[in-house]
Each structure stands twice: as C-alpha cells, then as structure tokens.
Nanobody, 124 residues
Framework: QVQLVESGGGLVQAGGSLRLSCTAS????????MGWFRQTPGKEREFVAT????????RYAEFVKGRFTISRDNAKSTMYLQMNSLKPEDTAVYYC?????????????????WGQGTQVTVSS
C-alpha cells in the first residue's frame, strides 16, 4: 500500500511563495511519475504539474508556467512544488498523486494513489 502525505500549505499574500512537499511510503517511489493537482469547491480537480520517474521530464498547466516548479528527490521519496508569484486564483486544496507509469500526463485517471490534500490560500 502506498501512502502520500502533503505538507507546506498555508496562507500567503499575493506575490508570495510556498513550497509544498509530498512524501511517499510503501512501494518504490523512484519507479513512478508523480503529479500535483488542485481543487476548489464546486470545481473538478485540475492538473497542475507532473514529473517523470527520474525527474528529467516535467510538464505544467499553462496557468502555472514560469511560476511553479515541480521537482523530486528519490532518495527521500519526496516530491516538491515550489510556487512563486502566487495569485488569489491559486487558492485551492493541492493534492499529490502517484502515477501508474514512469511518465504520465494531465489526466487524473492516470494516477492511482492520492494524498489527503493541503490547503493553499492566497490573499489579495
């Protein structure tokens, strides 16, 4: 069984930064792509970023390009999301997820394990 635990969320002013972490336990972390998604009340979960098993390939949603950076440390079984230049519209619950594959895309159905989420609130 795989467990994913997010941390690092909180309240920040617009223009500020946060770094989210996602630590995995269970099956080998380094074999699988990982991703970040976010969700606001009444909306579907949306893709934010994904990183392949080795960390050599990344993909971002258009609305975070140039502001967010996804990375991973396989030795620590941890993935990160560095979020800079935050905007009020970035307010959401952020979820990390593990893909079934070594490289993955934006579809939530490609991910088989999910964390419990961490709240990010950006004030204007």
């Amino acid at each position: 069984q795989v467990q994913l635990v997010e941390s690092g969320g909180g309240l920040v002013q617009a223009g500020g930064s946060l770094r989210l972490s996602c630590t995995a336990s269970g099956r080998t972390f380094s074999n699988y792509a990982m991703g970040w998604f976010r969700q606001t009340p009444g909306k579907e979960r949306e893709f934010v970023a994904t990183i392949n098993w080795s960390g050599s390939r990344t993909r971002y949603a258009e609305f975070v390009k140039g502001r967010f950076t996804i990375s991973r440390d396989n030795a620590k079984s941890t993935m990160y999301l560095q979020m800079n230049s935050l905007k009020p519209e970035d307010t959401a619950v952020y979820y990390c997820a593990r893909s079934e594959f070594g490289i993955s895309g934006a579809g939530p159905n490609e991910y088989d394990y999910w964390g419990q989420g961490t709240q990010v609130t950006v004030s204007s």
